[in-house]
């Protein structure tokens, strides 16, 4: 079991530990560059508004 400690106090942990999978998550710039570049394209101006005056975006 696993020892937590909040404030100075330990508590042991009530469950046991799973064996799931671990996922490995990737960065890929060139995908993430042209999803954002083809959100913006597409993207009309947006309008805003805060406190009753309008922004555009």
């Not at 106090?9 to 530990?17: F, I, L, P, R, T």
């Not at 671990?22 to 999803?35: H, Q």
């Amino acid at each position: 079991m696993t020892t937590l400690t909040y404030r100075g106090k330990a508590y042991v942990q009530n469950k046991e530990v799973s064996n799931k999978k671990l996922v490995e998550l990737t960065y890929r710039r060139n995908v993430y560059k042209s999803r954002q570049n083809s959100a913006s394209s597409n993207d009309e101006k947006a309008e805003l508004n805060y406190r009753g005056i309008n922004y555009q975006k």
